[in-house]
């Protein structure tokens, strides 16, 4: 297994930006695809993007044009640039590890990290 440390949430107006990031340790990262999912209060956990190992990207309607994905294999780091954040963005974010191949469900995931918060407020 991989263990994953998210940072970089916080408090925000709408309309600024945040760049969330993914630190992972205990294996080889590359081998790892990796996701961001969120979970708003009392909402269920959703998927917001992934990132596989070659760098292919997808991400939730709600979210094109505004968040971008990447990943620096050299410092094991997956990020979440996040612009134009509106207030329904707000939520605890999570990234999550999945060995070899994508996937947007959450249940296909079995590293997870702690959580960061965002809140965007209007």
């Known amino acids: 297994q991989v263990q994953l440390v998210e940072s970089g949430g916080g408090l925000v107006q709408a309309g600024g930006s945040l760049r969330l990031s993914c630190a992972a340790s205990?294996?080889?990262?590359?081998?790892?695809?990796v996701g961001w999912f969120r979970q708003a209060p009392g909402k269920e956990r959703e998927f917001v993007a992934t990132?596989?190992?070659?760098?292919?990207?997808v991400y939730t309607d709600s979210v094109k044009g505004r968040f971008t994905i990447s990943r620096d294999n050299a410092k094991n780091t997956v990020y979440l640039q996040m612009n134009s954040l509106k207030p329904e963005d707000t939520a605890v974010y999570y990234c999550?590890?999945?060995?070899?191949?994508?996937?947007?469900?959450?249940?296909?995931?079995?590293?997870w990290g702690q959580g960061t918060q965002v809140t965007v407020s209007s």
């Open positions: 990132i596989n190992r070659s760098g292919n990207t």
């Open positions: 999550a590890a999945r060995f070899y191949f994508a996937s947007t469900s959450v249940a296909d995931f079995g590293s």
């Open positions: 205990g294996r080889t990262f590359s081998d790892y695809a």
